[in-house]
């Protein structure tokens, strides 16, 4: 019992603030939106409806319902915006929601989208959307041995093959080689079922090497956006014999720019420890 009360922590920090919107206090439903986001020149940032678009000016309703009349000339920027709204708060969306701290979700990468990032200041990666439903990247370790046939990548191909309003389904492919031609991976399913604000993530992948050995993983995670740019997540691999790891932490993000603080713990070895985990990943 005691291997696994990491990972009962971690799912508990998502799922308190999850259980306090949901049964603890009233229901309170986020609903998908699109809205304008107005930026002004003083950095001033306005989500609400574009009531007149005039050559000079403009006049834009806030979700307040206050009416404001602005001119061109104080205008950073203005464009729609997808985003959840509960309780009249609008939530802007995580730029990075196909995946979780290294796993992904069920969710796909539109065409023509792709993201670069770094786990762990040491490990960059990209992956690239080639249609709304199938994306691939790759990545490789900055420093690794003195032996340049050792020294490995991966790619990471993945398809989406189920979306509706609620749940997304995925299936890909983690698949780690070196020069020499020796390698290994995990060939996986995932699905993510939730919204915006917050959402419940499951997995199953076979790992497999050269040698042919074979062997289950399952991948249990969560999110739950409190902030209008931050979101707690958590994350967690079980696989034969009870071992994995557990993970929990927070996600900051901004329009494009997401950074990942959390910390991991070993399940099923002798001696308990932590190690940090610190991801980023800008999309472009």
């Given at each position: 019992?005691?291997?696994?009360?990491p990972l009962i922590a971690a799912l508990a920090l998502v799922a308190t603030p999850l259980a306090a919107h949901a049964g603890m206090a009233p229901p309170v439903a986020?609903?998908?939106?699109?809205?304008?986001?107005?930026?002004?020149?003083?950095?001033?940032?306005?989500?609400?409806?574009?009531?007149?678009?005039?050559?000079?000016?403009?006049?834009?309703?806030?979700?307040?319902?206050?009416i404001v009349t602005v001119k061109r000339a104080d205008i950073e920027s203005l464009k729609p915006v997808t985003g959840s709204l509960?309780?009249?708060?609008?939530?802007?969306?995580?730029?990075?929601?196909?995946?979780?701290?290294?796993?992904?979700?069920?969710?796909?990468?539109?065409?023509?989208?792709?993201?670069?990032?770094?786990?762990?200041?040491?490990?960059?990666?990209?992956?690239?959307?080639?249609?709304?439903?199938?994306?691939?990247?790759?990545?490789?370790?900055?420093?690794?041995?003195?032996?340049?046939?050792?020294?490995?990548?991966?790619?990471?191909?993945?398809?989406?093959?189920?979306?509706?309003?609620?749940?997304?389904?995925?299936?890909?492919?983690?698949?780690?080689?070196?020069?020499?031609?020796?390698?290994?991976?995990?060939?996986?399913?995932?699905?993510?079922?939730?919204?915006?604000?917050?959402?419940?993530?499951?997995?199953?992948?076979?790992?497999?090497?050269?040698?042919?050995?074979?062997?289950?993983?399952?991948?249990?995670?969560?999110?739950?956006?409190?902030?209008?740019?931050?979101?707690?997540?958590?994350?967690?691999?079980?696989?034969?014999?009870?071992?994995?790891?557990?993970?929990?932490?927070?996600?900051?993000?901004?329009?494009?720019?997401?950074?990942?603080?959390?910390?991991?713990?070993?399940?099923?070895?002798?001696?308990?420890?932590?190690?940090?985990?610190?991801?980023?990943?800008?999309?472009?």
């Amino acid at each position: 019992m005691t291997r696994w009360i990491p990972l009962i922590a971690a799912l508990a920090l998502v799922a308190t603030p999850l259980a306090a919107h949901a049964g603890m206090a009233p229901p309170v439903a986020a609903q998908q939106v699109t809205l304008y986001e107005l930026v002004l020149r003083d950095g001033s940032r306005l989500y609400g409806a574009l009531e007149r678009d005039d050559p000079n000016d403009i006049v834009f309703k806030t979700q307040a319902g206050a009416i404001v009349t602005v001119k061109r000339a104080d205008i950073e920027s203005l464009k729609p915006v997808t985003g959840s709204l509960a309780g009249g708060e609008f939530m802007p969306p995580d730029p990075n929601a196909t995946r979780l701290f290294f796993g992904p979700t069920g969710r796909s990468l539109p065409r023509g989208q792709a993201y670069f990032g770094v786990y762990e200041f040491v490990m960059p990666f990209v992956q690239v959307g080639v249609t709304d439903r199938f994306s691939i990247g790759g990545g490789t370790p900055l420093f690794f041995g003195l032996d340049s046939s050792d020294h490995p990548f991966w790619i990471t191909p993945k398809l989406q093959v189920l979306k509706t309003s609620s749940t997304d389904v995925a299936v890909g492919v983690f698949q780690a080689l070196n020069a020499a031609g020796d390698g290994g991976g995990v060939a996986y399913a995932v699905s993510t079922s939730g919204n915006a604000r917050g959402s419940f993530t499951i997995g199953g992948g076979v790992a497999y090497g050269n040698d042919g050995g074979r062997a289950g993983v399952v991948m249990v995670g969560a999110e739950r956006q409190v902030r209008r740019n931050l979101k707690l997540m958590t994350e967690n691999y079980v696989w034969k014999g009870g071992d994995g790891v557990a993970s929990a932490g927070i996600r900051f993000f901004g329009e494009r720019l997401s950074a990942d603080l959390a910390l991991g713990i070993p399940l099923g070895v002798n001696e308990f420890f932590v190690f940090p985990l610190v991801n980023f990943v800008y999309v472009f």
